[in-house]
């Protein structure tokens, strides 16, 4: 059957970890929760055979903030452009390095984050009102907002507060 979310896709490799846009490219998941395919995201890695679910690439993770990326696609979101974030998600337990990751509530692509909450386990229980929609440029000062509110904060690395810098410095200058 076809299926407009894996048109053209193949089965994630390692090297995916650098392919960005859309159609992701999937995993073939055995747990009878989630769908027979599974769009990977960028920031994320295939270790369903291995674990059961997703891992992180904190490579590619820590870029989101650091360089304005969608964290499905790995695609750069430009200053005014209109995308989507979670808001009600649990700010306090984010850390670097998961279970709750930063990029968990950066600003999306619509039609990334349309996937994400189709195909996510978790994303796929909120509801429209869990989310905000709006520019690029005020989404992502909420997210940075967000994400001082987390314990560990404070021991991310520079690229959190760098980014915090420059975009606060972009948007006096807007
Ligand atoms: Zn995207």
């Known amino acids: 059957m076809k299926n407009k979310y894996f048109d053209g896709a193949h089965k994630w490799e390692e090297k995916d970890e650098n392919t960005i846009g859309l159609p992701r ?27 059961g679910h997703l891992g992180l690439n904190l490579k590619n993770e820590d870029l989101v903030y650091k360089n304005n990326l969608c964290s499905y696609c790995g695609i750069k979101i430009k200053k005014e452009e209109i995308v989507i ?13 998961g279970p709750k990751i930063f990029s968990d509530f950066h600003p999306l692509h ?49 690229w959190f507060f760098n980014s915090n810098k420059k975009n606060i410095k972009k948007n006096d200058e807007s």
Request: proline share 7%; charged share 35%.
């Open 25 to 51: 490219p999937f995993a073939i998941p055995i747990r009878k929760d989630l769908a027979k395919k599974v769009p990977i995201p960028w920031q994320s890695l295939d270790r369903f055979e291995s674990y």
């Open 85 to 97: 974030r979670w808001i009600n998600a649990p700010v306090e337990i984010t850390s670097r390095k």
């Open 110 to 158: 619509l039609n990334c984050m349309e996937q994400a909450r189709i195909f996510c386990p978790h994303m796929r229980k909120l509801q429209d009102s869990d989310f905000e929609l709006g520019k690029f440029k005020k989404l992502k000062q909420n997210a940075i907002s967000d994400a001082m509110k987390s314990k560990e904060s404070k021991d991310v690395s520079d």
